[in-house]
Structures are given as structure tokens and as C-alpha cells.
């Protein structure tokens, strides 16, 4: 039976960080729209260019390009058992659509990462990325071994342009106008589970695993 993993949670919650990790440990795709994008804006994509604007002041890229662009990549053969979604879905429209795609036979389970919105601000605006493999890292909480560099592949690091902090207050705006509601979709469905994002990533990684071993 096909499995999808849907983790959701406010921008700055850890979901790139956890989603790769676990991805890596349930050796499952990691589908994360925003990586996607980002892959488009830097190769200069029509796609990326249409993206472009919204993802710099902080909104939602219109449903129907995100949508496009999330079934095309989960039709590949490498997702035919299942997936991890991390930023996908963003709006009950999105969800909506997900849930129509999938057969009634896929399993279905959203996480939701519950962190206090004065941590999010934190976390996203000290955040930085490798150009290289996407590595995440914090300037406080998670620092490169040498400034400027990724430890794991000797990348350089960058902050996204999108996690300036006036950037980050509107995308918080954003996720509580348009995204929360989701938790109350997916609890109605009976397939969500809240766990605290926050404190180390280890401990949230451990929070992950325990629940999803419980659910096995
Ligand atoms: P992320 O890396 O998930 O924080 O996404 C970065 C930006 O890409 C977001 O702020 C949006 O502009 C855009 N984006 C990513 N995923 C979605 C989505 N599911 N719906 C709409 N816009 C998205």
C-alpha cells in the first residue's frame, strides 16, 4: 500500500530539517515544493520566473503552478510507493486536490510541528542554506564547523532571501490566514498528530520516530 507523509507546521518549525533526515532514514522521497521552486528560480524557468515575486514578499505561489508542479514530480517512478511532502499542502484547495489525486487505498498522515511563533522568528531569520546540497544550518543553534562553509560538502552558505525578518512576519501571517486551517481538515479526517517542534533537532527527531513507530 502507498504511504504519504505530509509534515506540516509554521515556517521556521524544522520541517526541512526533519523532513530530510527522516526521508533519508525511511528511504522515501522528500518532496519539498520549495526546494523545487528554488531549483526553478536558479535555473531560470518559466515556472521559476512566474514563482519569483511571491516567494520574495512571502506569499503563496498561486495553487494551480504549485499544484502542477507537486503532481508532476509525484508521478515519477521514484514516489510510486510513497512520499514525504514537506510545504505541500499550503491551502484547503491544495489539500483538497491532494486528496482527490490519491487512491482511497494510499495511507495518509500529516504530522504537525507545533513551535511558539517567538521561536519561528528566530529560527528562520538565523537560518542558512548550502548552495551546494541544501544542507540547513542555524547561525545560534546549528553552526558550520567554519563560518560560511557546509560541513558536509564544503558548499557555501547563504540565507534565503525570504527568511529577512520582515519577510518571515508576513509569512507567518500568511501560514495562520491560509495553512492552519489545514490541521483542522486533517483532524477531522482522523490522520493528523501534533507534536512539539519545539527544542534540539535531535529531540524533535526523536519526537518523529517514537510517533511514527507508535503507529506502525
Ligand atoms: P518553503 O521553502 O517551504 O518555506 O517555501 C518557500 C516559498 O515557496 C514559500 O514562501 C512560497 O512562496 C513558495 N511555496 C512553497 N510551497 C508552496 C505551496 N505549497 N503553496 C504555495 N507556495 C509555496
Redesign the pocket.
Known amino acids: 500500500m502507498a504511504s504519504v507523509l505530509i509534515l506540516l507546521g509554521a515556517?521556521g518549525a524544522g520541517?526541512?530539517t526533519q523532513s530530510s533526515r527522516l526521508a533519508g532514514s525511511l528511504g522515501t522521497p522528500h518532496v519539498?515544493?520549495?526546494?523545487l521552486?528554488?531549483a526553478n528560480l536558479s535555473q531560470g524557468t518559466p515556472l521559476g520566473a512566474q514563482?519569483k515575486e511571491?516567494?520574495e514578499s512571502?506569499?503563496?505561489?498561486p495553487?494551480a503552478l504549485?499544484i502542477d508542479m507537486?503532481f508532476d514530480r509525484v508521478s515519477q517512478a521514484d514516489c510510486a510507493t510513497g512520499y514525504l511532502l514537506?510545504?505541500?499542502?499550503?491551502?484547503l484547495e491544495?489539500a483538497e486536490a491532494l486528496d482527490t489525486r490519491l487512491s482511497s487505498s494510499t495511507h495518509v498522515r500529516a504530522i504537525n510541528l507545533d513551535v511558539p511563533t517567538e521561536s519561528l522568528v528566530e529560527r528562520a531569520t538565523g537560518r542558512l542554506l548550502c548552495r551546494g546540497c541544501e544542507a540547513i544550518y542555524h547561525k545560534s543553534y546549528a553552526p558550520p564547523a567554519t563560518a560560511g562553509e557546509c560541513t558536509k560538502c564544503a558548499g557555501e552558505l547563504y540565507q534565503r532571501a525570504?527568511d529577512a525578518e520582515a519577510v518571515v512576519r508576513e509569512?507567518l501571517t500568511v501560514y495562520e490566514q491560509q495553512t492552519k486551517p489545514l490541521l483542522a481538515y486533517y483532524k477531522t479526517q482522523g490522520k493528523l498528530t501534533q507534536i512539539s517542534g519545539d527544542g534540539a533537532p535531535d529531540e524533535v527527531y526523536q519526537r518523529l520516530t517514537a510517533c511514527l513507530e507508535g503507529a506502525a
Open positions: 515556517p520541517k526541512g519539498a515544493t520549495g526546494d521552486f528554488r514563482a511571491y516567494m512571502g506569499q503563496l505561489v495553487d504549485v507537486l514537506d510545504g505541500f499542502p499550503r491551502t491544495q525570504d509569512r
